[in-house]
């Protein structure tokens, strides 16, 4: 397996689970005594995945590109809040 098969697997997962964590977020209009998980905690889960996409997408394109120099995240990685 060569490392861009494995950032690509490992991208497609952490897609997947941040799918599955805004599909999790409790309705903004729901109360409380009907969550399934705390709000703040998704949050925190998303922001955590939509990191480590940025860093996956960083490594993929360092490794593309190997004549330019890296600059880190790549600022077309943007969370669900500023869509």
């Not at 690509?8 to 799918?19: C, K, N, P």
């Not at 998704?42 to 593309?64: C, K, M, N, P």
Request: aromatic residues 4%.
């Amino acid at each position: 397996m060569s490392s861009g098969d494995f950032l690509e697997g490992l991208e497609s997962e952490v897609e997947t689970d941040l799918a599955m964590a805004q599909a999790g977020a409790p309705a903004a209009d729901s109360p409380p005594s009907e969550w399934l998980v705390d709000p703040e905690e998704v949050e925190v889960e998303q922001t955590e995945y939509t990191s480590l996409l940025g860093a996956i997408q960083a490594l993929e394109t360092d490794r593309t590109d190997p004549g330019e120099t890296p600059t880190g995240l790549d600022d077309t990685v943007r969370g669900p809040w500023e869509e």
